[in-house]
């Protein structure tokens, strides 16, 4: 009787274990396969699962993160796109080498630095966010096809049919996408071809639950799949692009789309206690702000101060006061204006700056200035990461800029347009749409591109790569992926500790320190009483993460719960 007993506890032990790890894939926590994983994280359940189908089934990173990225375009229309545009950080595990490719966007060619001041001078907001000239020449179709081709395995029309699948099938619509349609309903109903997108025929709206067909999206990704990008282009996409365009007092002419070609650049790169940390090269601002910031503050004993003490939120705003001062003065696009990338990550240039900060006080910032460094010269977007069993990864950000763009559809093509001339400075000195300053160096010229905070990141330790990140968020973006890398480095938190704590943000002008709600009552009183004007307003930032253990290699993922998103390991 007594070993029988046995036997049943030992089932039930054997049966809890299989659940356990029934439960981990479940809920997007990996566990180990032959000691080695794959993972992936986005802002987009389905295509957090496609691109982990193609990691199973034998594709690298690249395929699985273009994968994704089509597939977003489809289920996540706020931000994912073909008709936007973003980067990516892609790390091959065999060469070692890591590299940027930048599909931004880019001005028409027609563009010109005053297109859109009135009779006063200033800009009309309108004008830049929801008209046909807010239309930039798009960048994502270009730009992952590129990376598919150079460094993925599978074919456009491989990577492209669970996206295609989806457009023409139709995916159940959750809560998130109905809000997201509600909120923006007056742009979306502006123009008739978004609004019977967007929907339904009765000019009701859909529910969680709903059946989301696109037919005419559908059609336009088997083109792509077919053609490749010169469908988009150069084919009956472009031309209806073009079209529309002309109809509508827009720019982006079909020659401004033939003329289109991603650029492969070589990444920012600087050193924080010993790891190499990799970011986006200009006209990305954020590689150039996080590198110059996580310099500024390797002079500091950030982990002796502890986390989110009001000592170590006060020298990461100090921090990032400097770094986007010197963001407005040369932030730019660097095959238009030099951009001094090398004076700006130095550490030299960080110590001197570094050495201002004073630690009990605040300095105002109106008193901030960029630096010479002619001597050290020498809300809305997703981002997704994905490391697979090599190790080779993908770190990436895209966007359509505002939440759905312009809120323009391409007629009978089912895809919107991005709104990012607004990124752009029309009037240097004033600040943006997102609150950024900006200067000269950004201002509007034909085939230019513009800044953007977008900054896909990795960081390497001994050489092994130890965490890929990045965030939407505008300019939160910057302060999201410097604090996820000091709560990984210096506070040694675990990726999912990291990506959900509290966080901060300084921009510079205005001159307020942004706190997240979790901020201690009495850290806010401290940090007030050092001269900071701390306002609390809504989460910033979702940092999709994976962090890689460095004993075992084992692959944890962590996806933001400040916004939708799953991360799904094998």
Request: glycine fraction near 10%.
């Amino acid at each position: 009787m007594k070993s029988k007993h046995l036997f049943y506890l030992f089932l039930a032990a054997v049966m809890l274990i299989v659940c356990r790890q029934g439960a981990a894939e479940e809920t997007a926590i990996s566990y180990p396969v032959e000691g080695r994983r794959a993972m992936v994280v986005t802002g987009q359940e389905l295509a957090t699962k496609e691109a982990v189908s193609v990691l199973k089934n034998g594709g690298n990173a690249v395929d699985a993160a273009v994968t994704a990225a089509f597939v977003m375009a489809v289920t996540l229309p706020r931000a994912g796109n073909l008709g936007g545009g973003g980067f990516m950080l892609i790390h091959d595990a065999k060469t070692k080498e890591t590299v940027a490719l930048d599909f931004w966007q880019k001005a028409p060619s027609g563009a010109s630095r005053d297109m859109f001041a009135g009779k006063d001078g200033r800009a009309d907001p309108k004008l830049t966010r929801e008209s046909y000239r807010a239309v930039a020449v798009p960048g994502t179709v270009a730009g992952l096809a590129l990376a598919l081709k150079r460094y993925g395995t599978l074919s456009l029309n491989e990577a492209m049919a669970p996206a295609i699948r989806y457009a023409e099938n139709g995916f159940v619509m959750n809560a998130g996408i109905c809000a997201d349609i509600r909120s923006y309903e007056k742009l979306l109903r502006s123009h008739p071809a978004t609004t019977r997108i967007f929907f339904k025929p009765s000019g009701g709206y859909y529910e969680p639950g709903d059946l989301f067909i696109q037919k005419d999206l559908a059609r336009t990704l088997r083109a792509i799949a077919k053609e490749g990008p010169k469908a988009f282009y150069e084919g009956p996409i472009g031309g209806r692009i073009a079209k529309q365009m002309k109809e509508n007092s827009g720019l982006v002419t079909r020659a401004d789309l033939a003329a289109y070609r991603p650029v492969i650049r070589q990444p920012v790169a600087t050193t924080y206690r010993g790891n190499t940390v990799y970011s986006m090269y200009p006209p990305s601002s954020g590689g150039v702000c996080i590198a110059q910031a996580l310099n500024i503050l390797e002079k500091f004993d950030m982990a002796g101060k502890g986390h989110n003490s009001a000592a170590s939120i006060h020298l990461v705003a100090e921090a990032m006061k400097r770094s986007f001062a010197d963001l407005f003065a040369y932030a730019g696009d660097p095959d238009m204006v030099h951009v001094p990338v090398r004076a700006l990550t130095s550490k030299a240039y960080a110590l001197k700056l570094a050495e201002g900060i004073n630690p009990s006080r605040a300095t105002p910032s109106k008193e901030i200035r960029s630096g010479n460094v002619s001597v050290y010269e020498k809300n809305e977007t997703t981002h997704f990461s994905v490391v697979d069993r090599e190790g080779n990864a993908v770190s990436s950000t895209y966007t359509l800029n505002g939440n759905f763009g312009s809120g323009i559809v391409v007629e009978g093509m089912g895809f919107l347009l991005n709104n990012e001339m607004d990124n752009f400075n029309t009037n240097p000195g004033s600040t943006d749409s997102a609150g950024i300053v900006e200067g000269e160096a950004n201002a509007i010229a034909p085939n230019k591109r513009m800044i953007t905070a977008m900054a896909p990141t990795m960081v390497f330790k001994g050489g092994r790569l130890l965490l890929v990140t990045g965030s939407p968020g505008s300019s939160r973006i910057i302060s999201t992926i410097v604090q996820v890398v000091l709560n990984v480095i210096d506070y040694g938190m675990n990726i999912q500790e990291a990506v959900n704590a509290p966080k901060v943000h300084h921009e510079w002008m205005p001159d307020e320190l942004r706190i997240e709600k979790g901020i201690s009552p009495d850290t806010v009183r401290i940090l007030r009483g050092m001269g900071h004007t701390v306002v609390l307003k809504a989460p910033m930032g979702a940092a999709m993460s994976i962090l890689i253990d460095p004993a075992t290699q084992t692959r944890l993922g962590a996806a933001d719960p400040r916004r939708e998103g799953m991360a799904l390991g094998y």
